[in-house]
């Protein structure tokens, strides 16, 4: 078994989101399915790789792209059709997702 990941990276524009708890799952590819539920992430801006918090991983969960509801979208804090057109940028044309659920931890202060 691979190693479980310490660290997860977000866009900028969701860190707000993440901070104030609007923000609680998080949907991935196939190479980011090894998280862990229980175990603790360090998070970072994947622009510059500015740290911002900790995560507690609660679930991992598979999900198919057409299976993706109102329930995830607002759980993204958007629309069903902003989260389908943010996971189609970033992965496009993928079938096979993974729904990761977490509760901040702690921020961390620069």
């Given at each position: 078994?691979?190693?479980?990941?310490?660290?997860?990276?977000?866009?900028?524009?969701?860190?707000?989101?993440?901070?104030?708890?609007?923000?609680?799952?998080?949907i991935r590819d196939?190479?980011?399915r090894d998280y862990v539920p229980?175990?603790?992430v360090d998070v970072s801006t994947f622009e510059d790789g500015r740290g911002f918090c900790q995560l507690d991983i609660i679930s991992v969960e598979p999900i198919l792209f057409d299976d993706l509801s109102l329930f995830h979208a607002?759980?993204?804090n958007m629309t069903l059709?902003?989260?389908?057109?943010?996971?189609?940028?970033?992965?496009?044309?993928?079938?096979?997702l993974y729904v990761v659920s977490y509760k901040l931890a702690q921020r961390i202060s620069l």
């Open positions: 078994m691979k190693n479980a990941p310490t660290v997860m990276t977000f866009f900028e524009r969701f860190e707000a989101d993440i901070l104030s708890g609007k923000k609680t799952i998080t196939e190479s980011e229980g175990s603790r607002e759980q993204e059709a902003q989260l389908k057109a943010v996971i189609q940028e970033i992965y496009p044309g993928i079938e096979q």
